[in-house]
């Protein structure tokens, strides 16, 4: 039983550090401008590790001194494997006031109360730190890290 415990952690911990490493490269890679849509789709199939075709638009904005310009911004459409996630940031005077998700994953129930829960956690994260670096909600991991992926998109499309 001992041994048979030992060897399922170290399976969820090698299944953890390799998540990590993919969830980095994801966050790394570009993403660019939307050409002035109101809101984003799909416009490719993603893969599991959250990665997407779709780009961040911009609804309004004026520039502020902190370059970040004010308006509301909509992060691109994130797959994961329980649905999308979807999140629009307002920027105004240079902070973020206000991160509404306009979509969360939906693929069954489960997926559906875990989301209902992480995301108004993710909210008051992201309002505190003013960032999109705030640590993932644990029982929420691929919620979360689509969220600030969508988040960190928008950020980018409002200079911020």
């Known amino acids: 039983m001992r041994t048979r415990a030992l060897l399922l952690a170290s399976a969820a911990s090698a ?25 984003a789709g799909s416009t490719g199939a993603g893969d599991a590790s959250g990665t997407s075709s779709t780009d961040a638009t911009t609804s309004s904005g004026a520039a502020t001194s902190t370059g970040a310009a004010d308006g509301t911004y909509t992060g ?12 629009r940031v307002t920027i ?48 929420a991991t691929y919620t979360s890290a689509a969220y600030l992926q969508s988040l960190q998109a928008a950020l980018d499309a409002a200079g911020f």
Do not use: C, H, K, Y
């Open 15 to 39: 299944a953890a550090i390799i998540g990590g490493w993919q969830l980095g490269d994801a966050a790394t890679e570009s993403p660019t401008m939307g050409t002035g849509s109101a809101s």
């Open 92 to 139: 105004s005077g240079g902070s973020i006031t206000d991160v509404t998700a306009l979509q969360l994953t939906d693929s069954d129930g489960r997926s559906v109360q875990i989301s209902n829960r992480a995301a108004p956690m993710l909210r008051t994260e992201v309002l505190q730190a003013q960032s999109a670096s705030v640590s993932m909600i644990g029982g």
């Open 76 to 87: 691109r459409s994130v797959p994961t494997r329980f649905g999308d996630v979807q999140v």
